[in-house]
């Protein structure tokens, strides 16, 4: 098996030197096969079961039920060619990966680029006992995917591939580390309501029905016959009171969901590739999910907490990181908790405290140009109902006026910013109020911008950009008098620039007038 | 300015040039196409002369030995400043308008995904030197580009 008899290279292997040759290649492991059995097995009992027990030959109830018979041997199916096609090894500089039936490809990672290596499993690997190993090599900004998975290995080999990754010692994975943080019941409080819950509901009820129909049962005529014999009207009141049922069933539908994706969870961290470290969170009931995050790349860590929920403390953590994007598992280290621990695992993974320093408030122009906005939503939202006539924008303006005057109080309570040692802190938002703290080692660029009622009110807007987390991190609507300060806090470069507020000493255009 | 008014009216003609057509043979509409046809009459014009007018007066920008410096914008001002030690590519890009115009944009990008800073209407000989003098000056700065 050479590299010159793939007849297609995804990614171009490098030139073979002698010592690549011998390496073995290793393959997948074949338990997940006799686990894909059962699932064809379980795949097709409803349909069945609704056939044989319940005589349904209608095509709108079979058609489904076939299909998941058919999901059921195709997952089996691909599951087998793909055990039989691929092929992996380690060597010195890369991790290669050779599969594919009809489209053959091989795939090398540089291992200097690994940057995470996650290990999750599904309900079928945990029965089959292997785990799916995923390898990011942060190049997730072009492709959107993993540079590699292997689906699936044994538990064993799937937790020798890491270490020998991410170069974790053996022997000490059979000790426990403490944990930085560890699941606790109580944060089903913080995960069971929100907009989603009334989603879930929806989903879970149109599920119950669809499912319940196939067999023979019609849940909204269930649903009315108990109507009738509770004798309800449709009222507001019942009205009011299905809203309540719905929040409840969502918010159950909630609670189960995170805490079969949440229970077990540890956040720990283990050593990692030379003398380094890595932060490891493990975490599910059903299908388990293992993270490991190279700590040189952290710059930094953001809180958010949204606004409904600021009474509870809830929190949401994650890191500011290179080769990481917000919507990958890798940034979040924590689940949605209370803020005390959310603080407490940000200074541990810090290993400092910039979230405790005091913020530099904004001044109160920048409640005014709050004010400004929220007056203009206001008016649109009366204007917008003007032509229902009658006094319909009365009550636009009524319900307007309340909710925009106190988001942009809320939104201006939440500016500041500070600089702590190496840290940057910022902190703004109105529905989503977002602390982040920014290694200012790690700032690669400012921009100071103001609009015309900005200049009037004398503030400014400082946005710091980096190569990690969001791109760049704002501190909004300070006094022009501290945004130079700050600029050059975060970048001493920016310092010669600093005369009259940014308009420095420079040259016009190409240093002659366009034509 | 000429680049400035070509890319206003590039953004601005075709908007006028579809409410036209909807006037034209769309006659439902014209009780709203038609005022707001009037209203670009007035405001394309005025655009195509003030914005660029106003631009070339914000519009600067500087490169020392360590950092490049870019102020922009009309009605909205931006200043930016990219640190050399963390610049990435150093581009001379030029558009069609700015062929024609005999102008070119320098665009340095950094390590951020929050987006390169772009030089509009400069002279071609003056960015290309730019450009070099970046370059060089970035190779041998120091740094870890994050």
Redesign the interface.
């Known amino acids: 098996m050479s590299a010159a008899g793939a007849p297609r290279l995804v990614v171009d292997a490098p030139a073979d030197g002698p010592s690549t040759a011998e390496v073995p290649w290793r393959r997948l492991d074949p338990r997940l096969i006799w686990a894909d059995a059962l699932r064809v097995v379980l795949s097709m009992l409803p349909g069945a079961v609704a056939l044989f027990v319940f005589d349904q030959t209608q095509g709108m109830t079979v058609m489904p039920l076939l299909a998941l018979a058919g999901w059921g041997v195709w997952g089996a199916l691909t599951d087998a060619v793909r055990w039989v096609t691929t092929r992996y090894r380690v060597t010195e500089t890369h991790l290669e990966r050779r599969t594919g039936l009809l489209v053959r490809s091989h795939r090398a990672v540089a291992r200097e680029l690994i940057r995470t290596v996650d290990a999750d499993a599904r309900l079928l690997h945990r029965v089959a006992g292997v785990r799916r190993v995923t390898i990011g090599a942060g190049q997730t900004t072009t492709a959107l995917e993993a540079a590699l998975t292997l689906d699936a290995l044994s538990r064993d080999s799937a937790e020798e591939l890491r270490q020998e990754l991410t170069g974790a010692p053996r022997e000490r994975a059979a000790e426990e580390p403490p944990a930085l943080a560890a699941f606790d019941w109580r944060w089903v409080v913080h995960n069971a309501f929100g907009i989603w819950a009334m989603v879930m509901a929806a989903g879970l009820l149109w599920g119950a029905h669809f499912t319940l129909g196939v067999f023979g049962f019609d849940l909204v005529g269930w649903f009315g016959a108990l109507r009738d014999a509770l004798g309800l009207e449709a009222t507001a009141a019942a009205l009011v009171g299905g809203v309540v049922a719905m929040a409840l069933l969502g918010a159950v539908g909630m609670s189960i969901q995170f805490l079969t994706a949440q229970a077990f969870f540890r956040l720990t961290r283990e050593p990692g590739e030379e003398g380094g470290s890595v932060l490891v969170t493990r975490r599910g009931l059903f299908r388990t999910r293992e993270v490991a995050r190279d700590e040189s790349r952290t710059r930094g860590i953001s809180l958010s907490e949204p606004l409904l929920w600021r009474w509870l403390g809830t929190t949401d953590t994650s890191l500011i990181t290179t080769g990481a994007f917000w919507w990958s598992e890798g940034v979040t280290i924590l689940p949605r908790g209370p803020r005390r621990v959310a603080r407490r695992v940000a200074a541990a993974v810090l290993g400092d405290e910039p979230l405790t320093a005091p913020l530099v408030r904004h001044p109160a122009a920048a409640l005014r140009r709050r004010l400004a906005w929220a007056l203009w939503a206001t008016g649109g939202c009366g204007l917008a109902l003007a032509p229902l006539g009658g006094r319909a924008w009365l009550v636009g303006l009524a319900v307007a006026a309340p909710v925009t005057l106190g988001l942009a109080w809320a939104g201006y309570r939440s500016l500041g910013h500070a600089v702590s040692g190496p840290w940057l802190v910022l902190r703004s938002g109105a529905m989503n109020r977002e602390t982040s703290a920014l290694r200012r080692k790690a700032v690669s660029g400012v921009c100071v911008r103001q609009s015309p009622l900005q200049r009037r009110l004398g503030l400014a807007t400082v946005r710091v950009s980096t190569a990690a987390g969001n791109g760049s991190y704002a501190a909004r609507d300070l006094a022009v008098a501290r945004a130079v300060p700050l600029a050059v806090a975060a970048l001493p470069e920016a310092a010669p620039f600093r005369e009259g507020d940014g308009a420095a000493p420079a040259r016009i255009g190409s240093g002659r007038p366009a034509p | 300015?000429?680049?400035w008014a070509a890319r206003g009216l590039a953004f601005s003609l075709p908007l006028v040039g579809v409410l036209a057509v909807a006037y034209a043979f769309w006659s439902a509409s014209r009780p709203w196409t038609g005022p707001l046809l009037v209203a670009a009459s007035v405001l394309v014009p005025l655009h195509a002369v003030v914005m660029p007018l106003w631009r070339?007066r914000v519009?600067?920008?500087?490169s020392?030995e360590?950092?490049v410096?870019a102020?922009e914008g009309w009605?909205?001002?931006?200043?930016?400043?990219?640190?050399?030690?963390?610049i990435q590519t150093v581009d001379t890009v030029r558009g069609p308008v700015e062929q024609l115009?005999?102008?070119s944009t320098l665009v340095v990008t950094?390590?951020?995904?929050?987006?390169a800073?772009s030089i509009r209407?400069?002279?071609p000989g003056?960015?290309s030197e730019a450009a070099d003098r970046l370059a060089e000056i970035t190779r041998r700065t120091p740094g870890d580009?994050?």
Do not use: K
């Open positions: 300015m000429a680049l070339y519009h600067r920008w500087e020392t360590e950092a410096f102020a009605i909205v001002r931006q200043w930016r400043i990219a640190p050399l030690s963390r115009l005999g102008l950094t390590a951020s995904s929050s987006g800073i209407g400069l002279d003056v960015a580009a994050t």
